[in-house]
């Protein structure tokens, strides 16, 4: 049920960076496409795990909502994507209004804390 919520936020979260980056539509197209992709061939987890995998080492600042984890890199990276999300999203930091810097960080928790949850339980299956 987690691994849906997950994918479900993820999915959203993308429909809302196209309205804040246009011009990547195509790219941001081609990343839920591919995760469109591996739903339908049962090959989620490793998203979904390669996600939390990735932000564990900045929990705290994911949590304490500190801006310079947009500024460290390689954060989340697939390579069937090749996507930084917050190199991305820290081109255009300072511009975003505070509404949307907060729905960014709604939704970074949110996903960080299903994502953790989820590969949690797999752990203690």
Known sequence: MERKLFYKNLKLFLKELVVVFPEDDDELQTIATSINLAIIDDDDNEILTQ???SLVPIETEIMNRDVSIFKKEPLWQKSTYEYNLFIKLNTKWESF????????????QVLYTISKQVVTLQLRN
Do not use: E, R
Request: net charge neutral; aromatic share 26%; glycine share 0%.
């Open 51 to 53: 996600f939390y995998d």
């Open 97 to 108: 209004s505070q509404h949307n810097k907060k729905i960014i960080w709604d939704y970074i």
